[in-house]
């Protein structure tokens, strides 16, 4: 039997992919909206495909990734998000996923996406050849962005986003003190003087 394992925190999206996968002839399909859970109910209930959001409370995509490929799991993992594959898909690649949907495209390139994905076959977008279609400045400021980890960059969004220290702390389960520390190390990384700036840099670079 055809089984998945949706994870997104968003009851809505989670609706839709849901009709998606029984469309494609998905029988068995279980929800998580947590990156915690989803080690567990893999184990569980042994699904052929997981779909999964990149930014989920406790436990984000990115390293919920890393786990599955750590764990040898006997599943293929489809990244459905809304962040821009320019800086997370090849990261995603990394990090064992067989494809990656962004939100903002039709249902149907999920629908696509599926059908390659368990035919064997990878699903990702044509990224510009070696970034030479971006200027000059956007070329130095994505390598920079590139050389940042999984957890700067997920912290950089959030900060560009204009969300406080203490609510980035208490979603990532991390101390107050440990996302000031995060903060002054971007800002020395991306060479930029103040949160202000820190957010032009995300928004000029479509972080957000």
Do not use: W
């Not at 998945?4 to 992919?17: E, K, M, N, Q, T």
């Not at 029984?22 to 184990?43: D, M, Y």
């Amino acid at each position: 039997m055809k089984s998945a394992l949706i994870v997104d925190d968003h009851p809505v999206v989670r609706a839709a992919i849901r009709l998606v996968l029984q469309a494609e002839g998905f029988k068995e399909i279980h929800e998580t909206s947590n990156g915690n859970e989803v080690l567990q109910l893999i184990r569980e209930h042994k699904p052929r495909l997981v779909v999964l959001d990149l930014r989920l409370p406790t436990l984000d995509g990115l390293e919920v990734l890393t786990r599955i490929r750590v764990n040898d799991f006997d599943c293929r993992t489809l990244v459905f998000s809304s962040h821009d594959p320019l800086f997370y898909q090849e990261r995603c690649l990394r990090a064992g996923a067989m494809g990656y949907v962004t939100k903002t495209n039709q249902l149907e390139q999920l629908h696509k996406a599926i059908q390659a994905v368990m035919s064997g076959y990878t699903y990702f977008s044509a990224m510009p050849d070696n970034v030479s279609a971006l200027n000059a400045v956007q070329t130095t400021e994505k390598q920079m962005i590139d050389q940042l980890s999984d957890r700067e960059l997920n912290i950089f969004e959030q900060l560009g986003q204009g969300r406080a220290n203490k609510a980035i702390a208490e979603e990532m389960h991390l101390s107050h003190k440990t996302i000031s520390t995060y903060k002054t190390r971007l800002m020395k990384k991306l060479g930029v003087s103040s949160a202000v700036h820190l957010r032009d840099f995300a928004k000029r670079n479509h972080l957000i």
